[in-house]
């Protein structure tokens, strides 16, 4: 299947800081999603994103899908973006299935 | 108003026993799955399934299996349980290959 690589597997910053996240898979994708999965173990929607730029309040992605990467950026970083974040991508084998990266805790410190 | 609601949160079970996790979608969509996260947080599909196919990962064992009643619900079943099917499972629904949403887990003890 599709390989789907997250870089830094772990971040910690200083609240307020800035963050850049970094999802590259291995082969043309239908469909890219990021997730936060929150202390509580909830997977939350992020960003459905197969190409493009989006923004969500302090957090925005873009994915260049001709380069097989996307990027999720994280703005003034507060305590409760605290977690981890997962990219996952659907294949073209047509099987509907979201192959996720390993992810990139984060831990943001007052 | 849960979009993808599953049942229970926890389940703690002895090993041998034979348990189901259920779970629902309100959101319309056609295609449902099961994921399995380990305990180093690697989230792995299990099952996808809408109301024309079922496709299962080649990894899963044959103790596991999908039970669709219609096209809203996917519940889990999982026979003779083993230490190492302690984990967190996901289910998850999607219209076509668009956007997924998850439940909120369930945690699965074997003890």
């Known amino acids: 299947g599709i390989q789907v690589e997250q870089s830094p597997p772990d971040l910690i910053l200083q609240e307020g800081a800035n963050s850049t996240l970094r999802c590259n898979f291995s082969?043309?994708?239908?469909?890219l999603q990021w997730f936060h999965q929150n202390p509580w173990g909830q997977l939350i929607n992020l960003f459905y994103?197969?190409?493009g730029t989006k923004q969500n309040g302090r957090l925005s992605a873009t994915t260049v899908a001709t380069e097989r990467y996307s990027l999720l950026y994280i703005s003034s970083s507060q305590t409760t973006d605290s977690g981890v974040y997962f990219c996952a991508v659907l294949d073209q084998t047509g099987a509907n299935n979201l192959f996720f990266g390993t992810g990139t805790r984060l831990t943001v410190i007052p | 108003d849960t979009a993808v609601s599953q049942t229970p949160k926890y389940l703690v079970t002895q090993m041998g026993n034979d348990k189901s996790i259920k779970c629902e979608q309100n959101l319309g969509h056609d295609t449902m799955y099961w994921y399995k996260q380990d305990s180093k947080k690697f989230l792995k599909i299990m099952f996808s399934?809408?109301?024309?196919?079922?496709?299962i990962n080649e990894t899963v064992p044959n103790r596991f299996s999908p039970k669709s009643p219609d096209k809203a619900h996917l519940n889990l079943h999982i026979n003779s349980l083993e230490l190492g099917d302690s984990a967190v499972y996901f289910c998850?629904?999607?219209?076509?290959?668009?956007?997924?949403?998850f439940g909120q887990g369930t945690r699965l003890t074997v003890v």
């Open positions: 998850a629904s999607s219209w076509r290959d668009t956007e997924a949403f």
């Open positions: 082969d043309s994708v239908n469909n």
């Open positions: 994103i197969p190409s």
């Open positions: 399934y809408n109301n024309k196919e079922l496709i």
